[in-house]
């Protein structure tokens, strides 16, 4: 794989893909595509929820007269 790795480190590799349920080539993979391609939280949520099952269209409430900003003096 990769030559010249400090000492311990291709046996933490094997326990956390054994952690993972992966081999050692599929862990170090994951590993080097989640650091080239770092995940944004918020484009990985807007993509789960394509696949939620619709609900019932939200009741929304009466907006009244709204909210009036407190004048001061």
């Given at each position: ?16 893909a ?8 599929a ?9 080239v ?26 907006r ?10």
């Open positions: 794989m990769i030559r010249k790795l400090p000492v311990g480190v291709k046996q933490a590799l094997r326990e956390r054994a952690a993972h349920g992966r081999s050692l080539e862990e170090a993979r994951a590993i080097l595509v989640d650091v391609f770092p995940h944004d939280f918020v484009v990985e949520w807007i993509d789960g929820c394509r696949d939620l099952p619709a609900g019932d269209a939200l009741e929304l409430p009466s009244g007269e709204g909210w009036r900003p407190e004048v001061f003096e």
